[in-house]
């Protein structure tokens, strides 16, 4: 099924924002801003899956609704490598440890990671999505 101008506007848009959120990653990591740089990292991942979800017309707006959905519809019909699907998860929880628990403080290792990690799963993305002719 063809998709239409608006849902390709969004998907280019969310898309902007996953790359600008890797930026951002990079620029807080350099900075020495540990935790910050996890969590744009987890959401330029979370970014990039909703426009693949947005592509075949799925609207998730709970975190762990894009994370099963991106599961089930890419990852469980081999679209996307299973690898994405565990990356995708392990940021979540990282995100989650950074963001509400104020007793752990990611090092600078673990941002390093995850902003690799970050790189690849938009990379994938783009790449699907420049496979399908659809970006």
Same mark, same amino acid.
């Given at each position: 099924?063809?998709?239409? #101008? ?11 924002? *996953? ?6 990653? =990079? *620029? ?14 987890? &959401? *330029?991942?979370?970014? *990039?899956?909703?426009?693949?979800? @947005?592509?075949?017309?799925? #609207? ?15 990852? @469980?019909?081999?679209?996307? !490598?299973?690898?994405? $699907? ?12 950074? #963001?509400? #628990? ?6 600078? =290792?673990? $941002?390093?990671? =995850?902003?690799?990690? $970050?790189?690849?799963?938009? !990379?994938?993305? =783009?790449? &699907?999505?420049?496979? @399908?002719?659809?970006?």
């Amino acid at each position: 099924m063809p998709m239409g #101008d608006e849902a390709k506007a969004d998907i280019q848009l969310y898309m902007e924002r *996953a790359r600008l959120d890797l930026q951002a990653v =990079e *620029a807080n990591l350099q900075n020495g801003f540990y935790a910050v740089a996890v969590s744009r990292a987890y &959401y *330029a991942m979370f970014y *990039a899956a909703t426009a693949l979800l @947005k592509s075949i017309g799925i #609207d998730r707006s709970k975190h762990s609704g894009i994370i099963a959905a991106f599961g089930q519809h890419f990852v @469980k019909t081999s679209l996307i !490598e299973i690898e994405f $699907a565990k990356i995708l998860t392990h940021a979540f929880n990282s995100r989650n440890d950074t #963001d509400y #628990d104020l007793m752990w403080m990611p090092d600078a =290792e673990l $941002a390093q990671t =995850e902003m690799k990690d $970050a790189q690849r799963f938009v !990379e994938r993305v =783009e790449r &699907y999505f420049q496979e @399908k002719g659809e970006l």
